[in-house]
T-cell receptor, first 113, second 116 residues
Framework: AQSVTQPDIHITVSEGASLELRCNYS??????LFWYVQSPGQGLQLLLK??????LVQGIKGFEAEFKRSQSSFNLRKPSVHWSDAAEYFC???????????FGKGTTLSVSS | GAVVSQHPSRVICKSGTSVKIECRSL??????MFWYRQFPKQSLMLMAT?????????EQGVEKDKFLINHASLTLSTLTVTSAHPEDSSFYIC????????????FGSGTRLTVV
């Protein structure tokens, strides 16, 4: 069965510093991969997704992620973090188009000034 | 862009009563919607897949008789928590795939259910 692992429960980054959130997945074929952000008490906002093609994906708010098949990873990056980026970040995997997403446990990002 | 509207955003109900949560796709038709449950500081757990015009598919461990799902039209799915108990208190989120967003999954804003 497919699964998603986000190894870091909580990360604190200084404002202006770079960010990398890790995500590893377990799935036999090429999965559909997603990163979502959730503010407290809110729904989820899609940051970016990967279905196929270029393995470096650009998203909203200056985020990007790179699909590495050899490492079964889809890490999220941002070159310069803003205080407003503090939130919960979820990596998710879809088995194929149309099925429900499976989520990782999430990483809480705190931004220090 | 694709919008999924979820209502209500917050609800408090007494133990033993039923609560209905609505999930609407505003600018697209959703033949399939997904319902998730999220406990505080935890991830989203899939409860069921809602299919328009047919019975929902529930995940293992989810009580079908407690969490009634109806998907009567291409733009509306409802989740009814029947005979609610305090342990049903949680954050419920619906999701649908929208063609106009290249089939990205769009999520509702969630419903905070508190059973007292």
């Amino acid at each position: 069965a497919q699964s998603v692992t986000q190894p870091d429960i909580h990360i604190t980054v200084s404002e202006g510093a770079s960010l990398e959130l890790r995500c590893n997945y377990s799935y036999g074929a090429t999965p559909y991969l997603f990163w979502y952000v959730q503010s407290p008490g809110q729904g989820l906002q899609l940051l970016l997704k990967y279905f196929s093609g270029d393995t470096l994906v650009q998203g909203i708010k200056g985020f990007e992620a790179e699909f590495k098949r050899s490492q079964s990873s889809f890490n999220l990056r941002k070159p310069s973090v803003h205080w407003s980026d503090a939130a919960e970040y979820f990596c998710a995997v879809g088995e194929q188009a149309g099925t429900a997403l499976i989520f990782g446990k999430g990483t809480t990002l705190s931004v220090s000034s | 862009g694709a919008v999924v509207s979820q209502h209500p955003s917050r609800v408090i109900c007494k133990s033993g009563t039923s609560v209905k949560i609505e999930c609407r796709s505003l600018d697209f038709q959703a033949t399939t919607m997904f319902w998730y449950r999220q406990f505080p500081k935890q991830s989203l757990m899939l409860m069921a897949t809602s299919n328009e015009g047919s019975k929902a598919t529930y995940e293992q461990g989810v009580e079908k008789d407690k969490f009634l799902i109806n998907h009567a039209s291409l733009t509306l799915s409802t989740l009814t928590v029947t005979s609610a108990h305090p342990e049903d208190s949680s954050f419920y989120i619906c999701s649908a795939r929208a063609p106009q967003s290249n089939y990205g999954y769009t999520f509702g804003s969630g419903t905070r259910l508190t059973v007292v």
